[in-house]
């Protein structure tokens, strides 16, 4: 770390649990942000202040006006643009020495798979549940850590699966594939800081795994309601029927 670095992460460096070493190990960590929109926002603009050396950012979305509520890496000057290019450039203007990639195609299984030879950890910001099944498949074969988030209306959820962990339970173990209503911010509503506190949780998750200090919400699901002011965390195992828990190699 130059001089300028020192002084950009000195708030970080001061802290015991991640010192000079930490910071280190986030600069040279690589992350993967599935979906640039609510949670998505503040998971990058998070993630790049603390220094993480690199940031996928996949998204095949642009910015609408509808956005703007909650979605704060965009502003008014993006509606229209690829919400990878506008959150790109707002995390090159808090810190240019973040190595930035932009994914505008669809994830499907197969680039899902590639792409997990090139980073360190996945955060899930999508609001779509073919996609966080197909991220959560591709995570826990690759054995990359997941860190999945959720909010709508005034409720949010977060996690961690850590295929690093044997016996830790995924995705899949809590939620069955089959009959889900994809219940949509756009068709339900959402509180605008709800998205922020879930998307702000989630990044305080992915660092306490990259860096590896405190408890990371392994086998926990922290749920939010927000009306009640309320945090509820409540343990869950491993389902012995989880298709994809029985070929992940512990
Ligand atoms: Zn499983």
Redesign the pocket.
Known sequence: MNDEQLLRYSRHIMLPEIDYEGQQRLNESRVLIVGLGGLGSPVALYLAAAGVGELVLADFDQVDLSNLQRQIAHDMASVGQDKVTSAAARIRAINPDIKIRQITEKLTRDNLAAEMAQIDLVCDCSDNFELRFAVNAAC?HARKPLVSGAAIRMEGQVSVFDPRQPNS?????LYREEGHEALRCSDTGVLAPLVGMIGSLQAAEAIKVLVGFGEPLVGRLALFDLKRTEFRTIRFH??AD?P??QT?VD
């Open positions: 826990m339970p995924c995705y899949r173990c491993r389902d989880c994809v828990c992940r």
